[in-house]
Antibody, heavy 117, light 109 residues
Framework: EVQLVESGGGLVQPGGSLRLSCAASGFTFSSYSMNWVRQAPGKGLEWVSYISSSSSTIYYADSVKGRFTISRDNAKNSLYLQMNSLRAEDTAVYYC??????????WGKGTTVTVSS | SYVLTQPPSVSVAPGQTARITCGGNNIGSKSVHWYQQKPGQAPVLVVYDDSDRPSGIPERFSGSNSGNTATLTISRVEAGDEADYYCQVWDSSSDHPYVFGTGTKVTVL
């Protein structure tokens, strides 16, 4: 069974940092590209970042470029999102998701990030 | 950047058919995927590549895509289909490759 389990969310002050993690199991993690997708309270889905299976290709949404860094450790079956200079508008549930040819096949349950003083 | 537009809400009686549109410039030339999200839960893929269904998704869920509009059709709607639905496309030539629609709330009357 495919499982994606996010962790690392919490309450942080504006300007602060957080590192999200996603532990993958039940599939060959090293063969799959991965995404982070977020959803602000009461809002729709927003794509945040993409990383290819070998980490050779990385993309970011304009809203997070220069502040967030996506990475992965295939030996540990783990995906990460380092979030710096956090703003109130980054408050959201952050989902880790595996992708195949542009399709988001599996989603984690999400971890909540709240940016507030 | 590419924009996908969905109606905010669709209401349908049980047993009837719900149609959710997703509008985008020449969307017919792209593969469209659809996700269902129930309150407090993660999204679930219900249709991919315009009209294919993942295993476990009922045949009541179907999709089509042509011109500037893609459509998710839910036949014989059940109370359990009440959820938010999002379309999504992948633009492999873009450095912002994943685009989601604005989302549609389906209410079962």
């Amino acid at each position: 069974e495919v499982q994606l389990v996010e962790s690392g969310g919490g309450l942080v002050q504006p300007g602060g940092s957080l590192r999200l993690s996603c532990a993958a199991s039940g599939f060959t993690f090293s063969s799959y590209s991965m995404n982070w997708v977020r959803q602000a309270p009461g809002k729709g889905l927003e794509w945040v970042s993409y990383i290819s299976s070998s980490s050779s290709t990385i993309y970011y949404a304009d809203s997070v470029k220069g502040r967030f860094t996506i990475s992965r450790d295939n030996a540990k079956n783990s995906l990460y999102l380092q979030m710096n200079s956090l703003r109130a508008e980054d408050t959201a549930v952050y989902y880790c998701a595996s992708v195949v040819q542009g399709v988001i096949k599996f989603w984690g349950k999400g971890t909540t990030v709240t940016v507030s003083s | 950047s590419y924009v996908l537009t969905q109606p905010p809400s669709v209401s349908v009686a049980p047993g009837q058919t719900a149609r959710i549109t997703c509008g985008g410039n020449n969307i017919g030339s792209k593969s469209v995927h659809w996700y269902q999200q129930k309150p407090g839960q993660a999204p679930v893929l219900v249709v991919y590549d315009d009209s294919d269904r993942p295993s476990g998704i009922p045949e009541r869920f179907s999709g089509s895509n042509s011109g500037n509009t893609a459509t998710l059709t839910i036949s014989r709607v059940e109370a359990g289909d009440e959820a938010d639905y999002y379309c999504q496309v992948w633009d492999s030539s873009s450095d912002h490759p994943y685009v989601f629609g604005t989302g549609t709330k389906v209410t079962v009357l």
